[in-house]
């Protein structure tokens, strides 16, 4: 029901439902009141002229003074249906004859319908019968409707013998008529009756018109506009609303329909455009693809390239050692070997050639770990146990540098899907860059803790060295890149670690400043991805 009465349809047709019942009530009330007042008008013109009947029926016998006539005619024309009582009083109000026994002996001036004769000084002598004419309820509760009449004093009466009323007086008594209004308040229950029946219907016949009217003019255009708005908003521009009247309506449909027109039209154009555009992009595309793939072809050359400098400069080094050396054992040896004095000096000289031997085994050990890195095997592992077992394994080259190492483990850490032994290179990578970075009496501390949304657990290794520039931050993961002396490492170790990482489909942080430390993170989550993260090293040397 509430829906119904939030259509603007329903609206409209309740208001105007209601004007015409109002309007139809209001007609009918004032056409029944007209009709009552007529037959009250009715009702008064019977009485006036009853009274005046009256009048003249007993001015012979009041003339003559034969006052018991008089009240006999009076008396016997108050038994007539419809008359309710007749009275006769004088002027000082006194009454002096009435067919009503309970009547009042005398009568108040300033009451009934005397008031308005004497509310002036001098009492007014000929009024209109509507104002003699007044209506009161009587004693049973029955509405009653009463008229007053003067009896003057005409020339005959004044010098009649019998009276004695002076020429000056003009009026000697008032006849009060009383009458019914029974037949005329039925006629006005039946006025009513039929005034509301005749409201009602007239109502009811206007309602349908209205209906049918409204449903005819605006519900079904209105509809069929709803129904062509949702045909476009459900992008069917087809769609053509068939209104064709002269009105607003009409109008306005036909404005719809031209706007869907155009918009087809306009989404046709942009379809046009889109698909040109596609074509050109597609092109675009296909002209950047060979472009990359030329750059990545350049690129590896060049990678390839640099890395041939930096392996062949970092191995000439220690292999220009190792000729140098020999030649000096060389030098030393004789026919009958080496002479006792020069004993020491040909072993230092092996011991030299030995560790200039091992730095290149070093160099091309981390070189086969960048460029073989392999896709991680996960298993739940323990972190906080790796971290223990790799702090065990490097912990005597700590106690040689003179750093002291201090775990921070968090308390039930879940179980981490990884590769063991890549995430243990990981963490022995970290802990000897910052032990190498940090001076003697340094602090180098590791800790694990379990973050939220997304869970994921964190590696936090954070030494007390010497920091790393800003200007070298960005390019630490590169391969080749160090900020070690010169024979200390190839540049290699950070470039493994990132590459760790993002197989795990985790991160690495770092967060340094000179003389203030460095702190790296590592992020691994604890949920083991679709799809491994891919690894954007080891393609150098694809």
């Given at each position: 029901?509430r ?12 208001a105007l ?11 009918a009330?004032?056409?029944?009141q ?5 037959l009250?008008?009715e ?8 009274s ?6 007993t ?9 018991s ?5 009076m008396?016997a024309?108050a ?5 309710a009582s007749?009275?006769f009083?004088?002027?000082e109000?006194?009454v002096?004859?009435?067919?009503d026994p309970?009547a009042?002996?005398r009568v108040?001036?300033?009451?009934e319908?005397c ?8 009492p ?5 019968a509507p104002?003699r004419?007044?209506l009161?309820e009587?004693a ?15 020339a ?5 013998a019998?009276?004695a ?8 008594g ?11 308040d039925?006629q006005?229950?039946?006025?009513v009756?039929?005034?509301v029946?005749?409201?009602v219907v ?6 349908a018109?209205?209906?049918?009217l409204t ?9 069929e ?7 476009v908003?459900?992008?069917?521009l ?5 209104i064709?009247?002269r009105?607003e ?16 039209s306009?989404?046709?154009e ?7 555009l596609?074509?050109r992009?597609?092109?675009?595309t ?11 072809q350049?690129?590896?050359l ?7 400098a930096?392996?062949a400069h970092?191995?000439n ?5 190792v ?10 040896l004789t026919?009958?070997?080496v002479?006792?004095?020069r004993?020491?000096?040909f072993r230092r000289?092996?011991r030299?050639?030995c560790?200039?031997?091992a730095?290149v085994g ?5 070189l086969?770990?960048f460029?073989?890195?392999s ?8 972190l906080n ?18 750093v ?11 179980p981490?899907?990884?590769d ?5 290179q ?17 602090l180098v ?11 994921r657990?964190e ?5 007390s060295?010497v ?15 160090t ?6 490492g190839v ?7 990132y ?19 460095t702190?790296?993170t590592?992020s ?7 799809k ?7 393609g150098?040397?694809?």
């Open positions: 029901m829906l119904i009465f939030k259509r603007t349809t329903s609206r409209l047709i309740l439902t209601f004007v015409v019942a109002a309007v139809t009530g209001v007609s009330y004032l056409i029944a007209s009709q009552e007042q007529a009250l008008d009702m008064v013109t019977a009485a006036d002229q009853l005046q009947g009256i009048r003249a029926a001015w012979h016998a009041m003339r003559a003074d034969r006052r006539d008089a009240y006999a005619i008396d024309i038994r007539e249906q419809g008359i007749i009275r009083f004088n002027k109000g006194l002096t004859f009435s067919t309970h009042a002996e108040d001036k300033n009451a319908a008031f308005l004769c004497h509310e002036r000084d001098v007014l002598v000929h009024i209109q104002s004419a007044r009161f009587g049973d509760g029955s509405r009653k409707l009463a008229i007053v009449t003067p009896i003057y004093n005409e005959s009466c004044s010098t009649a019998c009276h009323h002076p020429p000056d007086q003009r009026v000697l008032v006849l009060d008529v009383a009458m019914g209004t029974e037949g005329v039925k006005r229950a039946a006025i009756r039929n005034a029946w005749s409201a007239a109502t009811l016949l206007m309602a018109f209205i209906i049918f449903r005819r003019l605006v519900s079904v255009p209105l509809r506009l709803i129904r062509g708005t949702q045909a908003a459900e992008m069917d087809d769609r053509r609303i068939d064709h009247t009105d309506l009409g109008e306005l449909a036909a404005a719809f329909n031209i706007m869907a027109s155009r918009l087809q306009a989404l046709g942009i379809s046009d455009f889109t698909r040109a596609e074509d992009v597609a092109e675009r296909r002209q950047l693809g060979v472009a990359q793939s030329k750059l990545v350049a690129d590896r060049s990678s390839l390239g640099q890395l041939a930096s392996v970092e191995i080094n220690p292999i220009a050692g000729l140098n050396f020999a030649m000096l054992m060389e030098r030393l026919d009958q070997g002479p006792p004095e004993l020491a000096d000289y092996v030299a050639i560790e200039e031997t730095r070093r160099i091309v050990s981390d086969l770990a460029s073989r890195q896709s991680p095997r996960r298993m739940d592992g323990d146990a790796i971290v223990r077992q790799t702090a065990a394994l490097v912990g005597h080259k700590l106690d040689l540098a003179s002291r190492l201090e775990l921070k483990l968090a308390d039930d850490l879940p981490v899907p990884c063991a032994s890549q995430v243990q990981v963490v022995i990578n970290l802990l000897m860059n910052a032990a190498e970075a940090t001076p003697r009496d340094g501390e590791v800790s694990t803790r379990l973050m939220q949304g997304p869970e657990v590696l936090v290794v954070r030494d060295g920091g790393i520039p800003k200007e070298s931050l960005a390019r630490i993961f590169d391969p080749f890149f900020t070690k002396e010169e024979g200390k540049g290699l170790g950070l470039a493994v670690v590459g760790i990482v993002q197989g795990h489909a985790g991160s690495i942080d770092v967060v340094s400043a000179p003389g203030s430390g702190t790296f590592v691994l989550p604890l949920v083991t991805p679709e491994p993260a891919a690894d954007d090293l080891g150098i040397l694809g």
